[in-house]
């Protein structure tokens, strides 16, 4: 009997959704409006029309279908199935969606913070394949993340776990969005690499960058990837530091949860090897040379598709552990 | 029937072993010499000497011990059962403790890194007792630590996961022993307080501690803390730094890990309320406010039982999971 699997990446903007089997293969897959502005209801029917349009354009059969996996923003709680209160999706708040998702489709359905269905993701099907141990750090607008040890995700007591981008790397250092001085995401992030870029144009120092700042044009990663290729001092000194403190955090995720791999994911992952040999320079330069536990530094292949193959990847292991 | 476990904690001078039922209540214990200068067969000889005087004191059945739990310094292997290479025990390499002992005794044995087994006694029947998410830091004259997550403890795939004193809270700060610039251990053990202290006064601060300095003796961490609390403003400031990044750790832990409870353990915990009052405010400085995910932060319970307790949890683990 085949065994296929939905999975749904629920966004502020767009749902992603999909149908994969066992091995991961994608069977279908496309993407609807998240419609978050016409409330919780409709939020909760586009997911079950698109769980159903999965299995259809698939061309699945139903009843083979073994659970639904969705993976929403925090917070949330997986334990309790339940959407508490996304900053990206406003009016979502403390509605039960796991178990409405699985009344209206008759399909077990497993609920998942989105950085961790992404993790999974990876994890089941992507640069992770193979491995038990593995963390992820997800590079865009901010920073987030994923952690699985011994082939399990860990979620922690509040369900709070693998915030990465809140690891402090610079203690009493820059302010970040959640209130702490010197989170990773302060240094790390899009968002913070453009606000420091900005604020040293602002101190009088001189940057090819000026010309956007001026223009009234939005910063952007790439334009901070792009001057430091160019030779642009500030630029170089931005990203640098964002690669410097990714490496701190590896050192220190590597001696708390001494993972094989560690996996970048994201947005900032475009800038390529000018990223990946960063991190790893640092990160060599800064661990112990007492054991020889390094973990692996790599990027994450499964793009965009990770949310909604690991969200459908955590009903697969739902499914295989009775933790729905 | 009833059901009892040999917890055997395996230190450079001597071996700590008692009986414990199955809920952690002590039946026997005391401690006799390592003798590790004698070479590796008589340690082994000693802690199965070790395990059948703890049963014979404890009057208790031998066909009633269902394990023995051992806690052996890093580096070493639960899942091969290996006894690597420790500082503290030289000549012990590459031992196969874990079947030596099963062998001798004639009892199922497991092999669990000492600062594991001593977490995983707190976890048991300490300042744990009742929780699945624990986080504790061991503070001596370095900074060890464990994680158990989910009940479960965290191992990582090199085996070296819970290396919480290896965690970067200052990069390119002071350089531990490990040898990377910024340890957690660089500033919050007792020997990098001592040492840390007597730089400022080599430096020519004024500070009572130069007494001690002067006389040739060694400085301690009781030393700092009581000239702390007589108003010393250098044994001030190291105390404080000690008490700050163990918080920024707590911080990083909190977003990692996401436990229920923080515990604070080792020789360093005699400094009682001094240590704790201030940790909890440096944390509550640190952390977030975003989210209501606070970890409690207190102290260890068993003192110096927790290894030998803890070791024998591990085996009444290992009998419930199947993983010896």
Same mark, same amino acid.
């Given at each position: 009997?085949?065994?296929?699997?939905?999975?749904?990446?629920?966004?502020?903007?767009?749902?992603?959704?999909?149908?994969?089997?066992?091995?991961?293969?994608?069977?279908?897959?496309?993407?609807?409006?998240?419609?978050?502005?016409?409330?919780?209801?409709?939020?909760?029917?586009?997911?079950?029309?698109?769980?159903?349009?999965?299995?259809?354009?698939?061309?699945?059969?139903?009843?083979?279908?073994?659970?639904?996996?969705?993976?929403?923003?925090?917070?949330?709680?997986?334990?309790?199935?339940?959407?508490?209160?996304?900053?990206?999706?406003?009016?979502?708040?403390?509605?039960?969606?796991?178990?409405?998702?699985?009344?209206?489709?008759?399909?077990?359905?497993?609920?998942?913070?989105?950085?961790?269905?992404?993790?999974?993701?990876?994890?089941?099907?992507?640069?992770?394949?193979?491995?038990?141990?593995?963390?992820?750090?997800?590079?865009?607008?901010?920073?987030?993340?994923?952690?699985?040890?011994?082939?399990?995700?860990?979620?922690?007591?509040?369900?709070?776990?693998?915030?990465?981008?809140?690891?402090?790397?610079?203690?009493?250092?820059?302010?970040?969005?959640?209130?702490?001085?010197?989170?990773?995401?302060?240094?790390?992030?899009?968002?913070?690499?453009?606000?420091?870029?900005?604020?040293?144009?602002?101190?009088?120092?001189?940057?090819?960058? %000026?010309?956007?700042?001026?223009?009234?044009?939005? +910063?952007? !990663?790439?334009?901070?990837? &792009? =001057?430091?290729?160019? *030779?642009? /001092?500030?630029?170089?000194?931005?990203?640098?530091?964002?690669?410097?403190?990714?490496?701190?955090?590896?050192?220190?995720?590597?001696?708390?949860?001494?993972?094989?791999?560690?996996?970048?994911?994201?947005?900032?992952?475009?800038?390529?090897?000018?990223?990946?040999?960063?991190?790893?320079?640092?990160?060599?330069?800064?661990?112990? %040379?007492?054991?020889?536990?390094?973990?692996?530094? +790599?990027? !994450?292949?499964?793009?965009? &598709? =990770?949310?909604?193959? *690991?969200? /459908?990847?955590?009903?697969?292991?739902?499914?295989?552990?009775?933790?729905?």
């Amino acid at each position: 009997m085949a065994a296929y699997f939905v999975g749904v990446d629920l966004g502020g903007t767009n749902i992603k959704a999909g149908l994969v089997d066992e091995q991961a293969n994608v069977k279908s897959k496309f993407s609807v409006p998240t419609e978050v502005e016409q409330g919780p209801d409709r939020v909760v029917r586009n997911i079950t029309a698109a769980a159903e349009r999965a299995i259809a354009e698939a061309g699945a059969n139903h009843k083979d279908v073994v659970g639904i996996g969705i993976g929403s923003p925090g917070p949330m709680s997986h334990r309790q199935g339940l959407v508490i209160n996304p900053g990206n999706l406003p009016g979502m708040k403390n509605v039960p969606l796991r178990d409405q998702v699985a009344k209206a489709t008759g399909i077990r359905t497993t609920l998942e913070n989105d950085a961790n269905a992404a993790a999974w993701g990876e994890f089941w099907a992507g640069a992770g394949k193979g491995v038990q141990d593995l963390v992820m750090f997800t590079l865009g607008t901010g920073v987030g993340g994923g952690v699985i040890s011994e082939g399990k995700l860990l979620r922690g007591y509040f369900e709070n776990g693998g915030e990465l981008g809140h690891i402090l790397v610079d203690p009493g250092g820059r302010r970040c969005s959640c209130g702490q001085p010197g989170c990773l995401e302060a240094y790390s992030s899009a968002y913070f690499m453009a606000r420091r870029a900005e604020e040293f144009i602002a101190e009088g120092r001189p940057s090819s960058l %000026k010309a956007h700042v001026g223009l009234g044009e939005m +910063l952007m !990663a790439e334009h901070i990837v &792009d =001057a430091s290729k160019a *030779g642009d /001092a500030l630029a170089q000194q931005v990203w640098d530091e964002a690669c410097y403190y990714l490496a701190v955090a590896c050192v220190t995720m590597q001696h708390v949860v001494n993972p094989q791999r560690v996996v970048m994911a994201g947005g900032m992952i475009a800038a390529g090897d000018y990223l990946l040999d960063r991190i790893r320079r640092h990160f060599e330069e800064l661990t112990w %040379k007492l054991l020889d536990d390094y973990p692996k530094i +790599l990027f !994450a292949t499964l793009g965009n &598709d =990770a949310g909604f193959i *690991g969200a /459908a990847g955590c009903a697969w292991q739902a499914d295989r552990t009775g933790d729905w």
